[in-house]
Every structure is written in C-alpha cells, then in structure tokens.
C-alpha cells in the first residue's frame, strides 16, 4: 500500500448515478430524524468514489438508497441518465443487474444455510447463465475464485461459515466479478477483516474498475484509506455534503472544518502517511 | 444437521422429555397388539370395578384341583373374613364381661377367637344392655364359628326336581389361575359403563395426542404464514394482520374456543373438527413471536445480498428467513401440541368435547369420571390415571421445548 495509485480524472465524462435533492428521514413530528439531508452528486462512469464520514453520518443510509433497498422520501436518483424506475419487482430485478453491494460484515452476508457454490450459481443465473452447460458454469466459477486468489476446488461443497473472514469478503468480489454491474457500492468492506486481507481487498476492487470499467463507490470512516484509492471524495456529516472534489484536492487542501478533523484523526504509520503537512490552518470558505 | 441433532441429544432435559414421550408413544402403539378389540365396549354390567384380576367363580368351581397345605391359610381367611369392627365388637364384650385379655395381643386374630369360644355364652344378660345389641352379638357369635367350622361346600346343580352334587369344595383346595376359563386382568379396573380403562387411557391418549398435533400444525401454520407476511412484507400487510391479530388476542381464546364449539353442535363435534377449532384460536401467539423474529431478520445483509440476487418475496421468505427461524418455530410448535391437548381436555371436561361412544379422549375420560362421581365414591382409577397422563405428556412437552431453547438460544445454557 506504500505507492501512490495513478488518480483519473472524469470531469465531464458520462454520467452514471446521479441523486438531486435525496433526503431521507425517519420517523414523524418530534421523533423525526433527517439521516440524508438533500444531497446532490454526479457519479461517473469508471469513477472511484468515496463517501467518507463518522459512524451516524448517513452513509449507510445514502448507500441503501442507492442499492433501491429504501425509499427516499424527497428528491430523485438518476441512473444513466434517466430517473430510475424502481416500482415493481420486475423493474428492481433489472435495476440489481447494474448495481451490485459488497457489505460491511461478511460474516453476516451470506445465508449460512446455503453452500458457496449456489452463491455462485445465482450470480451465473442472474447474468442469464442458466442454460449454460455444467463444465462451463464451472470454469467460470473457478475463473471468478482464482480472480480473488481462492481456489474453487476447494471451495466447493463449503459453507461459508468455514471460511475466514477476508475469505468471505473475497468470495463476495469473486460474487462480483461474475455478476460485472455497472456500479459496485462497497460499503465498508474492509472495517471487518484483518490489515493483510484489506491491502489485498482493495487492490483486488481496484483491479476489477480497471479490468471491467466498473463505477465503485466506497463508503469507509477511513480518510486515509479513502486520500490512498479514490479519485474523487465526498466527505458527509449529519447527513450532508460538507465538501466533495477530486482526492487530492479534497485532502491536501481542505477546507471544511469538519475534513480538517477527519485529516488529524488520521494515525501516523508512515512518512508518506504523514498527512499532517496538509494544510489544516487554510481558511474555511 | 447432524451436529445440531447430536447437540439436541445432549441436553439431558431435552432427552428426558423424549423418553416419556418415546415411552408413551411406545405403549400406545404395542399396547392394543396384546388387548385389541373397541376401546369403548362395556365388558361389566356394574360400575367402577375395582383394579385387579378378575376369575370366573362358575369356571373356578368345575376346574382340576390341587391340594394345597398351606400353614399360614386359615389365619389369612379368618383375618380376611373378621373385619375391624368385629374385633373392636369383640373385645367391647370382653371389657363388659369383665375378662381379662391383657395377655391376648389385639392383633392376634387366632387367639382373641379362641378366647371368644371359649367364653361367650348368649344367655348371659348384661345389665344396661338393649335387646338389638344382644341380638348383634348372638349374629357376631353365629359368624364367627362358622370360621372356625371345618366345613366343605357343595356345589349343586339342579336337574329338574332334585339337587345333582357338582362339586365339593374343601379348604385346602387351589385351582391354578392359568386353569381358569375366564379370568380378566383389569390393572385400572372398569369405568362407569364398565369399560376396562386401562384399554380406554391407552387409546385416548393416542386420540389426544393426534388432536394436539392437527390443532398445533393448525395453528403453526397459520402463525406462521401470518407472521411471516407481517414481519417481512411490513407496512400495510403488516397494519392488517397485526390488527387481526390484536383482535384475536383481545378476546379470550378459550371463550372463543367454547362459543365456536357450541354453536358447531354435538353431532357435528368429531375428534378432527374439535382439533381444527382449538387450531383456529390458538395462533395469535406464534404469529406474534414469528413476526418479531422476522423483524429482526428482515435488515440483515444475507437478505439484502438475497434480493439483490433478483430472488422472488417467496423464495427470500422460504431460504433466507424460513431456515434462521426454524428452530424458533419447533419450540413454538411443540408449546402449541401440548396446550392443543389441554385445551381438548378442558373443552370435553366442560362437556363441548368430541361428541361421545366414537372415540374416547383423555378429556371425555375425565368428563364421564366426573359425571357419575367417581371423585366423590373413591374411585380413583377412573380418572386419576387419565390425569397422571395429561401430566405427563405436557410435562415431557414442555421439557423437550426448555432442552431446545437451550440448546438453540445459548444465552439460557446453564
């Protein structure tokens, strides 16, 4: 993790998920909580992108939103372009074709009654692979394991639950990697898992936006981890935008207060690491 | 599934309660293989035949003899035959007569006999003492040397005018039991109608149990689907059924229970169509819990990732929700089982039971029992058996049902 990745940049370029005015809130009257305040955002095509924010900020909120697993009480998402039509579950089938979710807790991810190859099987299924023949179901499923350095042989007739932790995350990239959405919302995936597996989780998400062209939005608290993989950063508290840009940009020159404490929460391990050269007395706009 | 059955095994609360229940189910089933016949045919003519065995004294008489010399025989006859209130009536003669039986032991029937014999003379009049208890004391005297008389008995048998001897029975002579035409072992004794009741707790329970089973899968069923649907559909469904079910929860259900079961009708009123109305009003409870389970359940990642998936409502319900709640739901249906057969029990109690002479149920068995008093004129065995086998069938129930929750719910291991 010591190399600074290559930043794009897609200013401009095609449109992918875009949300005007969402907002969310729980509850009526005086028990009434805005998680997602009337957000705006342009995600583009092959874009990494990052939603960073403390734990009550209302990233996981936005990103089940984004997945159609709530209902945004105000303002509208666009997806490709034109407002998403999420009403019935024909429509939600075809929106979950091009909008896929790694979650936080891999432990809790999978049905522990099911074994790891249907896992496998239903993304095949899902990407019209049903008719495909046994051998072929096989190589891609063993394609999509050795994508994410586990073996297929070994894996199946498995449960999950006899799999590590980092395992299981990998599993669900493999997941991924089979169904090839347009946008991967990955919601913290790395917060459960050990410091090896997260290095090789994110290189591995990297690979796949390069391999497939795929959008990533990653929602972490990490703003070092999201300054390391993102080209683009939005940073939320009380379920606003405070500030959003380009990575670099967005983190070496920060200009909310509330950045500028993510930035000095950030631990020192390494000189390269050492984000406290950035500017944090630059005047708040 | 075979590790979870083997941590299911190990609970010895679990295992206990299999055990009577395995043992209950046993005898239920080998039973009828040794007494079969209808359950409900009235073998006696009196009611409330005491346990025992029973031997034809026709066939007892007419059957080969042996010739037993048994040394403790007479002693046991006449103890048999002098009741309590003799004895205590012969030594109330003793103190008037002013004789001395401080050497005599009370209990020593033989030797108070002898005393007797020896001593009571009926023209003796005792001053104070009234004719009718003179004239009990002449009957006492007259009952007591026929014990001691060393008679045979002649059984005849007429042929038109003039008796035939048949037999001569002396008081040394035994028939083996084996020999007998007609003996009837009756361990729990008749019932009112002369029923063997034994015979009758063993086929009612079966019929009871196969109640609480058609009224408890009923009534899973029902709790189930709902609570399903509530839990994991939400919003309006969800408003619906909980209504529904507050409604059904207000209202008592065994009030329910006994104004359906009236107003159906004795005839109408089978074992099944009792099972199916105690289903019917005993589901709030289950559709209750199920739906807060499926609550908790409904948020996870797996279900999310299921829909994502593109998975149909029906088969997330069926795979993903379904198998996390499986054991919850068990649990919930042995409970259910085992008040299903209560709930029968106190419905045919109060009379609104499966109508009568079809089959007999536990409950029905402790109806007639109450009916024709046998709590009143000591009959114990025409009901307390049938109580001692509610008890225990709920009781071993139950026990499966705490072993389970320990074993799924970890928190409640001790």
Redesign the interface.
């Known amino acids: 993790m010591s190399e600074k990745k290559e930043r794009h940049d897609f200013t401009g370029g095609p449109l992918c998920l875009s949300g005007r005015n969402v907002t969310k809130a729980f509850g009526l009257g005086d028990r009434k909580t805005v998680a997602v305040d009337h957000v705006d955002f342009d995600f583009h095509e092959g874009e990494f992108v990052s939603i960073v924010g403390e734990s009550g900020s209302g990233k996981t909120t936005l990103s089940k939103m984004l ?1 159609g ?1 709530l209902n945004p009480t105000e303002g509208e998402i666009l997806f490709e372009g034109k407002v998403r039509d999420i009403s019935t ?1 024909r429509k ?2 075809e929106y ?2 091009g909008i ?2 790694i ?3 891999p432990f ?7 074994k790891i190859d249907s896992v496998l099987l ?2 095949i299924n ?1 990407r019209g692979g049903r008719n495909l023949s046994q051998e072929e179901k096989v190589r891609l499923m063993t394609e999509a394991c050795s994508f994410v350095n586990l073996k297929f042989a070994e894996l199946t007739n498995k449960y999950p639950f006899e799999l590590s932790g980092g395992q299981m995350q990998r599993l669900m990239i493999a997941r991924i990697f089979l169904l090839k959405p347009r946008i991967l919302l990955a919601d913290e995936p790395t917060s459960m898992v050990d410091a090896c597996s997260r290095a090789t989780i994110l290189d591995m998400l990297l690979d796949l936006r390069d391999e497939t062209g795929m959008t990533i939005i990653f929602i972490t608290h990490d703003i070092g981890l999201a300054y390391y993989i993102s080209d683009t950063v939005y940073i939320m508290e009380h379920g606003r935008f405070v500030e959003s840009g380009k990575a670099d940009e967005v983190i070496l020159h920060p200009k909310a207060a509330y950045t500028k404490r993510l930035i000095s929460d950030v631990p020192k391990i390494h000189e390269e690491w050492d984000l406290s050269t950035v500017d944090l007395l630059a005047k708040e706009e | 599934m075979k590790n979870t059955l083997r941590q299911v095994f190990h609970s010895s609360k679990f295992l206990t309660g299999f055990l009577i229940f395995a043992a209950i189910l046993l005898t239920m089933w080998i039973y009828p293989l040794f007494n079969p016949g209808n359950p409900l045919e009235m073998i006696g003519v009196g009611t409330f035949a005491q346990p025992g065995t029973y031997f034809s004294l026709y066939d007892a008489a007419t059957t080969r003899t042996e010739t037993l010399r048994l040394p403790d025989a007479d002693e046991k006859r006449i103890t048999n035959l002098v009741s309590d209130a003799d004895r205590a009536a012969m030594i109330e003669w003793f103190g008037l007569m002013e004789i001395d039986v401080s050497e005599v032991d009370a209990t020593d029937i033989d030797a108070l006999l002898d005393l007797w014999l020896e001593h009571y003379d009926p023209s003796v009049k005792i001053k104070g003492m009234t004719q009718a208890r003179r004239n009990f004391f002449k009957r006492l005297d007259k009952n007591l040397r026929q014990i001691r008389a060393a008679d045979t008995l002649l059984v005849m048998h007429q042929e038109e005018e003039e008796l035939v001897e048949k037999a001569r029975i002396t008081k040394t002579d035994y028939v083996n039991v084996s020999d007998v035409a007609n003996v009837k072992r009756l361990p729990l004794g008749t019932d009112n109608f002369g029923r063997d009741v034994l015979k009758e707790l063993v086929s009612a329970t079966g019929t009871s149990i196969v109640i609480g089973l058609i009224a408890g899968t009923v009534a899973t069923l029902i709790g189930l689907t709902l609570g399903l649907l509530a839990g994991y559909v939400g919003g309006l469904a969800d408003d619906i059924i909980m209504f529904i079910t507050n409604i059904f929860t207000v209202i008592p259900g065994f009030v329910l229970l006994i104004l359906i079961s009236y107003s159906i009708g004795q005839d109408q009123r089978g074992a099944s169509v009792v099972a199916i109305v105690i289903g019917l009003t005993s589901w709030t409870w289950t559709a209750r819990s199920v739906r807060s389970q499926v609550i908790s359940l409904r948020n ?3 279900v ?10 029906f088969r997330i319900i069926l ?2 929700i379904l ?2 709640i499986a054991s919850y739901v068990v649990m919930a249906f042995i409970l259910q089982v085992s008040s299903g057969i209560l709930a029968e029990a106190q419905l045919s109690l109060l009379g609104l039971g499966p109508k009568t002479t079809v089959t007999p149920t536990l409950g029905l068995m402790m109806n007639w029992a109450m009916l024709y008093s046998a709590h009143t004129n000591g009959s114990w065995w025409a009901y307390f058996p049938v109580i001692l086998t509610i008890t225990l069938i709920s009781f071993s129930l139950n026990l499966m049902n705490t072993g389970l929750d320990q074993v799924f719910n970890p928190t409640l291991r001790d």
Do not use: E, I
């Open positions: 997945l697993l579950a939600k089938r979950w074709k896929q979710a979650f936080q807790d809790s991810s999978f049905n522990v009654f099911h239903d993304c899902m | 996870r990642d797996h999310n990732l299921s829909k994502l998936s593109g998975h149909s409502l795979t993903d198998p996390y």
